[in-house]
């Protein structure tokens, strides 16, 4: 399944990717872009086949935020109606893991849809922040919920109020990307993590995210509480009478294999 602005490239060993492919506008996210990801994902999601996402872009830039031609002919009337964001909002409820490669600007929309994702590998030419502020308006799209959660309220506020942009090894101190990583090698990582990812098994990967994004809105103790809860099912799953069986005889765990 394709479209003109995304793609999606399923490969061998449950990892699909998942490309935005718009470079000649710097991959700047307009309603068809957004529109086709939100319709790769709920396929992706519904693909039991498919263990892993890796979402990257075409070109030299991740996304450089929202299509601001396509904005400012949009009334507020209209975003209200269409319940419109700026981004791919899809992203952020997604189960599956998702590893994103990030080179150039990640903007806005673009920061966003990098906010959103669960490993993020930045090369290091990469560029984060949130310009909304200085175009006259503010992120739709979580950056103002989930950018504090990532980095903490008084760097997120240094982003949010003044639009300032920050560099790869910057983003990873704050704990926005996972790793940084030379340009030149940026896909073949991710690609490498990725795939490593989709070995592992796959119910496990989703109630590990499911547990860690929900726990973060909660009470510790009802974080704790889920978690618990979570690891006691986990016990009762195929996969986990493999992975320890594989472990006791010293070979690698097959985790399609029963109990």
Do not use: W
């Not at 930045?122 to 950018?147: D, I, K, N």
Request: aromatic share 4%; net charge neutral.
């Amino acid at each position: 399944m394709s479209s003109d602005v995304v793609r999606c490239e399923p490969h061998s060993g449950g990892v699909a990717e998942l490309i935005i492919d718009r470079p000649a506008a710097r991959n700047a996210l307009n309603r068809a872009l957004t529109d086709a990801m939100a319709a790769h994902l709920a396929r992706l999601a519904a693909d039991a086949a498919v263990r892993v996402v890796l979402l990257r872009a075409e070109g030299e830039h991740f996304a450089a935020g929202a299509d601001v031609k396509e904005m400012l002919v949009l009334s507020a009337d209209e975003a209200r109606a269409l319940d419109f964001a700026g981004c791919c909002a899809a992203l952020g409820d997604f189960p599956k893991p998702v590893v994103a490669l990030v080179q150039g600007f990640a903007l806005g929309g673009g920061c966003e849809l990098v906010e959103m994702c669960d490993v993020v590998l930045a090369a290091e030419t990469a560029v984060f922040g949130h310009p909304e502020v200085r175009l006259g308006t503010m992120p739709g799209a979580g950056g103002t919920q989930r950018l504090p959660r990532l980095v903490g309220m008084a760097k997120a506020l240094d982003l949010l109020l003044t639009g300032r942009r920050m560099d790869a090894r910057e983003a990873e101190r704050c704990g926005l990307v996972s790793r940084v990583v030379p340009a030149g090698s940026l896909i073949e990582e991710g690609r490498r993590v990725a795939a490593d990812m989709a070995t592992l098994p796959g119910e496990v990967l989703r109630t590990i995210k499911r547990v860690a994004r929900s726990g973060a809105d909660v009470p510790l103790a009802e974080a704790l509480r889920q978690e618990r809860a979570a690891f006691h099912h986990s016990l009762a799953g195929a996969e986990r009478y493999e992975g320890m069986r594989a472990f006791l005889e010293k070979r690698p765990p097959r985790f399609d294999a029963g109990p």
